[in-house]
């Protein structure tokens, strides 16, 4: 078991009231699972990625990453759990506009220092724009692709550290229906490849029914889970 949530909640306080977003989850990923979060707007989709992806703290409740229990780890063990486990695949692709395609995907090689020599990153970044379908891209700066193109190079920029699990939410919400179909296949073409475990949230069901294990998510519950 890679991920393992129980009895999960998150509470946001809100004034004098707060919003539970996430109300007692339970939920067993296992490693190389491809596994799709689904549910409408406001269900908790969002929050719960973060959440798993180390990105948020829950209120209550367990979170076991990698058989690391996930609250007797200090800041600095959270910070190097996220970096060496975790690629985070956001929405709105979150590249930075002022570099080119090559350095946004080299970037958490330079910042996690693991990246080794300038040759030997520069490899690993050549050999993922080859994955993607960028490598004649790599000079771009973002705001010179299409939509599907800068979630490509998101996708690579998550990778390039070689993490187990990768966390996309809502990646496709971007964009159209064809460019959405294609990031997926690439998902689960380096799923099935590298055996990294993917979880993405979409509350698209075109997108949900590529996945292996569906977690559908209602009103911060899970509803149902289906597995084919
Ligand atoms: N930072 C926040 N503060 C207060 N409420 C929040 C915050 N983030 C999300 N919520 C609320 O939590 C619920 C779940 O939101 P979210 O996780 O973003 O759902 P989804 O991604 O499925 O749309 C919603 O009711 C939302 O308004
Ligand atoms: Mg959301």
Redesign the pocket.
């Known amino acids: 078991m890679i991920i393992l949530l129980e009895d999960l909640w998150k509470i ?1 306080p ?1 004034g004098k009231l707060e ?1 539970r ?1 996430l109300k007692g989850v339970n939920l067993r990923i296992s490693e190389g699972e491809f596994v799709s979060v689904a ?1 409408p ?8 990625m973060n959440i798993v992806g180390l990105i948020d703290s829950p209120s209550r409740g367990d979170l076991i990453i990698d058989g690391r229990e996930i609250k007797a780890q200090s800041r600095g063990g959270l910070t190097r759990m996220r970096r060496e486990l975790i690629g985070f695949v956001f929405q709105s692709f979150n590249l930075l506009p002022v570099l080119s395609v090559f350095e946004n995907v080299e970037l958490p090689l330079i910042i996690g220092k693991r990246g080794g020599s300038k040759a030997g990153r520069r490899e690993r970044v050549e050999y993922l724009l080859e994955e993607v379908g960028l490598a004649e891209r790599r000079k771009h700066r973002p705001a010179e692709l299409s939509g599907g193109q800068q979630q490509r190079v998101a996708i690579a920029r998550a990778l390039v550290t070689r993490p187990r699990i990768i966390i996309a939410d809502e990646p496709t919400a971007n964009l159209d229906s064809a460019s959405g179909e294609k990031v997926l296949g690439l998902m689960k073409k380096i799923n099935r490849e590298e055996k990294t475990t993917f979880l993405f ?1 979409s509350h698209d069901s075109v997108i949900w029914q590529m996945a292996d294990h569906v977690v559908f ?1 209602h009103d911060g519950n899970i509803s149902s889970e289906q597995r084919r």
């Open positions: 946001y809100m919003v977003a549910g707007s406001g269900s908790g989709k969002t929050t719960l949230s998510l």
